[in-house]
């Protein structure tokens, strides 16, 4: 999602070139994402940018041939606890979009919850599905119209400086020359900015498992997301069947991730604990990388040690409900170096990941256990 937004912001004045390792586009996070605009979710620079993306999302659907980017679904958030429903009533006071459900209301959202069981509910309106394939495949064919060129099979294993631009190798063999590169490479950003500018950004790609499960009944459209307040689970429909994930955030290399079998079962646990289900199939699973940051906001702007290397990366679990404003911003912020947002382009700035990767590795390590 990364390269093609701002690829097809940039190709509006550059010559744009999109290298794609792999042998078609979308295979790893963008593609196997959850799918939800939640815009309470995430800390205040990406608030920020899910903000300003509503906005985005409402022009784009409105473009000839595009479809509502954005639909209804709503979040209802549960607690199971005390000190989970204080945080959670703290979370509601915060937030104009939330309301608390009767228990009579909660029974209709969701019929299957078990209720009585559950400490606080609180409802959230401003929860929408995201047509991920449709927001892709505009910034695909906007990257291509305004003349850009998309590039797939294409891994880079190398760059150097050349005169006031770059040279860029491909593992086919092929030579890339360019005045700017710019790394969209999601949970590799940290390998390719190492391969061009000596050093990363701390970034720290984990794992999130997804799971489809078969239930005795179809499930009906139009339940929202039900979620445990503290993300240990949540499910939503998919297709009749019920999508659901545990939450998971095991850190793991870069790479092309599969479920762990022990995530699988922790999920459908928690879901049967949380509801009467009884689910005990399930249809299909994956997991796909989630990069963060040591602060969770993303990392856009110049690379601190080469002003030519443009960072963009560190999307963590927002990189789809943040795409087209990061795009927009990605975008002015390579064109003039600046941001009229000023507190924006700070908590994104590239430079401030060299403390707070200082900041990690000055930390004690935390004690291990004789086991
Ligand atoms: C299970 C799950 C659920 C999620 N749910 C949501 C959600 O509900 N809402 C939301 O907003 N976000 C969600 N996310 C996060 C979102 O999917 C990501 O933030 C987003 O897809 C990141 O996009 P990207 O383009 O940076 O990464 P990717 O889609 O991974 O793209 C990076 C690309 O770079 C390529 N690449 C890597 N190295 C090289 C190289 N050396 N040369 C050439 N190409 C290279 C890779 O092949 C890859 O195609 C979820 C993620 C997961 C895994």
Redesign the pocket.
């Known amino acids: 999602?990364?390269?093609v937004s701002l690829g097809s912001e940039l190709a509006l004045d550059h010559d744009v070139v999109l290298?794609?390792?792999?042998s078609s586009?979308?295979?790893?996070?963008?593609?196997?994402?959850?799918?939800?605009?939640l815009s309470g979710y995430g800390p205040p620079p990406v608030r920020e940018l899910t903000r300003r993306s509503e906005a985005a999302f409402a022009r784009l659907s409105d473009l000839p041939g595009v479809p509502a980017l954005l639909r209804p679904r709503g979040g209802l958030f549960t607690a199971w606890d005390e000190p989970a429903a204080a945080a959670l009533a703290a979370t509601v006071s915060r937030r104009p979009t939330m309301t608390v459900p009767t228990a009579d209301r909660v029974r209709e959202l969701c019929p299957v919850l078990r209720v009585d069981d559950v400490v606080a509910c609180a409802f959230d309106e401003d929860v929408r599905d995201?047509d991920v394939a449709a927001l892709h495949g505009h910034y695909a064919t906007a990257l291509r119209r305004r003349g850009g060129r998309i590039t797939t099979g294409?891994?880079?294993?190398g760059a150097t400086r050349s005169g006031s631009g770059w040279e860029v190798r491909t593992a086919d063999g092929r030579t890339w020359r360019a005045d700017a590169v710019v790394n969209?490479?999601?949970?590799?950003g940290d390998?390719?900015a190492e391969l061009c500018a000596g050093i990363g950004h701390g970034l720290s790609p984990r794992r999130?498992?997804?799971v489809v499960a078969r239930t005795s009944a179809p499930v009906p459209a139009d339940w929202p997301v039900v979620a445990e307040a503290g993300e240990a689970w949540y499910f939503r429909p998919e297709g009749g069947a019920l999508l659901m994930?545990p939450g998971d955030e095991t850190e793991v290399p870069p790479g092309d991730v599969h479920p762990d079998p022990l995530d699988v079962a922790l999920v459908l646990e928690r879901v049967n604990a949380a509801t009467t289900l009884d689910l005990r199939g399930v249809r299909t699973s994956w997991?796909?990388?989630?990069?963060f940051t040591p602060d969770r906001a993303p990392v856009v702007g110049p690379h601190p040690e080469e002003p030519t290397l443009f960072c963009f990366?560190g999307?963590?679990?927002?990189?789809?409900?943040?795409a087209p404003a990061l795009a927009e911003v990605g975008a002015e912020l390579f064109r003039t170096g600046t941001l009229a947002d000023t507190a924006l382009a700070a908590a994104i700035d590239p430079d401030r990941t060299r403390v707070l990767v200082a900041e990690e590795l000055a930390r004690p390590a935390s004690p291990r256990s004789p086991a």
């Open positions: 999602m990364a390269g290298l794609e390792a792999e586009l979308g295979v790893h996070s963008t593609g196997r994402s959850a799918a939800l605009f995201i294409a891994r880079v294993v969209a490479a999601g949970a590799w390998r390719v999130r498992t997804v994930s997991a796909g990388l989630r990069t990366v999307q963590g679990g927002y990189g789809i409900q943040t």
